[in-house]
């Protein structure tokens, strides 16, 4: 969309019809001031907009030309321009935003330059955020980390502070899911400042995702700290929210080998949840197969793996939570404890297409690193070669890195049953990808 001053729209007309600078004055105005104007030396006040308006449409009429031009065209400046067709690019977002194709790819690279060329701040924000989330949902987020600091970036420069709340903590989150740990404490601290503007939620939520980061940096006392946190701030949680903090707590516990102060908060979690509730059910029971794995207490693992089975059984929509990576991979390594390698198989390769779905990083290494161990027990070469190919397409997809652990264990495999060919095809497509 083309954005012209006032001066130019008039230049432009006049020029297309051939129309002199002097015929357009109708005798009230100066020829000298319709080119101070076209020059974009002055701007357009309503009277002269109208009188120029007046007699560039007389003269097409005189000339048998279907053309008119209304005043409020010519007195629309660029500013004014602009925010039109942002509030019409941002209603196209909001219209299509769930409508993922080629040509909204294709829409948004137009906007992106609109708002390069011409876009002020305030549209701005609005644009690359809303294309920020639409790229979330998509789980693209490599390009909706992009946007969202576009957004910020224009957020700071006219200094809306709720704008600065709101996309930092979006940054936060997606930051989590890019394994970016101490970017995401980096903007919660950041929207923490303004502490006056945050709603008691909003706030809430920061200090969840700061346990989350601490919990992946491998920070867990600070994790914990931050758990006992939340609880002194927020005294009326409700059984949910509670529920949440320590579930996150049983698994920070669990990692200090404080394992008998897990267990025993883990059953009283247990016994707060609900039958029906499955999802929580199954939860708590693989923290606590988690922990008895720990402990190598292999009667009380055959017990809890009987039971989640169970539970699994009954919930249908399991492969659907965003927790089934994970409440896989802990049963996978029950499995492997118990010498059951088949089943582990089955749920490492379970785990694989779990996280492929849903773009899971996070689960995918611990996963692949103790399926490889598996396969390299079993030393069959069809199934690490199939094991390779999967690792590949993972790395195609950015799910994992191209220096991932497992592709020095694989070269070092191939290496060590002289397959130079295997080692070869791994290293171009590292260095193509």
């Not at 394994?179 to 709603?199: G, I, V």
């Not at 609900?274 to 029971?285: A, F, R, V």
């Amino acid at each position: 969309m083309e954005i012209l001053s006032q001066g130019e729209k008039i230049k432009r007309i006049r020029k297309s019809f051939k129309i002199r600078q002097q015929d357009i004055t109708g005798g009230e105005i100066t020829r000298e001031l319709i080119s101070i104007i076209e020059n974009n030396k002055t701007n357009l006040t309503p009277n002269v907009a109208q009188i120029i308006a007046d007699n560039i449409n007389r003269i097409c009429k005189e000339r048998g030309i279907e053309f008119s031009v209304e005043a409020s065209y010519l007195l629309e400046d660029v500013s004014q321009q602009s925010n039109k067709i942002a509030d019409e690019y941002i209603e196209f977002l909001s219209t299509n935003e769930n409508e993922f194709s080629q040509s909204l790819i294709e829409e948004i690279d137009h906007i992106e330059f609109f708002c390069m060329k011409y876009g002020e701040a305030e549209k701005n924000l609005a644009l690359y955020e809303k294309i920020g989330d639409i790229y979330n949902k998509q789980r693209s987020y490599d390009k909706s980390y992009t946007y969202y600091i576009k957004a910020l970036e224009n957020a700071a420069s006219i200094d809306e502070t709720i704008a600065l709340i709101k996309v930092s903590e979006k940054i936060g989150v997606l930051c989590l899911k890019l394994m970016k740990y101490e970017e995401t404490l980096h903007f919660n601290s950041f929207a923490l400042r303004y502490e006056e503007h945050l709603s008691k939620d909003l706030k809430r939520k920061l200090l969840l995702n700061n346990i989350l980061a601490y919990v992946h940096l491998k920070e867990y006392h600070k994790a914990i700290e931050e758990t006992e946190n939340i609880i002194n701030i927020f005294s009326k949680q409700s059984v949910e929210e509670l529920f949440e903090v320590n579930m996150l707590r049983v698994h920070c516990l669990r990692q200090i080998k404080e394992f008998n102060s897990a267990i025993k908060l883990s059953k009283t979690l247990l016994e707060q949840v609900k039958d029906s509730d499955l999802e929580k059910k199954i939860t708590t029971l693989t923290n606590m197969l988690d922990i008895y794995s720990a402990l190598k207490d292999y009667k009380n693992i055959k017990v809890y793996l009987k039971k989640i089975t169970g539970e699994i059984n009954k919930y249908e929509d399991l492969d659907n939570n965003p927790n089934s990576p994970r409440i896989y991979t802990q049963i996978g390594a029950a499995l492997v404890l118990l010498q059951d390698i088949d089943k582990a198989k089955e749920c490492y390769d379970k785990v694989i297409s779990l996280c492929k779905k849903q773009r899971d990083s996070h689960v995918l290494d611990k996963a692949l690193d103790e399926y490889f161990n598996l396969l390299l027990i079993e030393n069959n070469s069809e199934n690490i070669d199939d094991f390779k190919n999967n690792v590949l397409e993972l790395i195609s997809h950015g799910l994992i890195a191209k220096n991932n652990i497992n592709i020095a264990k694989l070269i070092k495999y191939y290496n060590s049953v002289e397959d130079r060919e295997s080692i070869d095809n791994l290293l171009t497509f590292i260095l193509e990808s």
